[in-house]
């Protein structure tokens, strides 16, 4: 079963830092795209951030120049450097990625998006 876990949350003050991982695992034939997103209270789910499996980034208005996403193919992990942070950016964080399993019995791969548990980010002063 694949899944993914986010970890590196937590609370911040206004202007600093924190970097977020989100590390896949299970029996994975290959993981395209990679992103994050994130939901505060009474809003709706937002894409931040997406990375190719070649490394292509797009970014949401509201985060570019101040958040940065990254991968590691190796570690089947990847990243969100979030700096300058402001109090609206409080928020639950999830990673998500499209990932190809295999069944070697039929032989045959499935790709399907797979969501990270969540992860809280409070930045207050």
């Known amino acids: 079963q694949v899944q993914l876990v986010e970890s590196g949350g937590g609370l911040v003050q206004p202007g600093g830092s924190l970097r977020l991982s989100c590390a896949a695992s299970?029996?994975?034939?290959?993981?395209?795209?990679m992103a994050w997103y994130r939901q505060a209270p009474g809003k709706q789910r937002e894409l931040l951030a997406d990375?190719?499996?070649?490394?292509?980034?797009n970014y949401a208005d509201s985060v570019k120049g101040r958040f940065t996403i990254s991968r590691d193919n190796a570690k089947s992990t990847v990243y969100l450097q979030m700096s300058s942070l402001r109090p609206e950016d409080t928020a639950v964080y999830y990673c998500?990625?499209?990932?190809?399993?295999?069944?070697?019995?039929?032989?045959?791969?499935?790709?399907?998006?797979?969501w990270g548990q969540g992860t809280q980010v409070t930045v207050s002063s």
């Open positions: 990375i190719t499996e070649g490394g292509s980034t």
């Open positions: 299970g029996i994975i034939f290959r993981i395209y795209a």
């Open positions: 998500s990625a499209d990932i190809a399993t295999m069944s070697y019995k039929t032989m045959t791969s499935t790709t399907s998006k797979y």
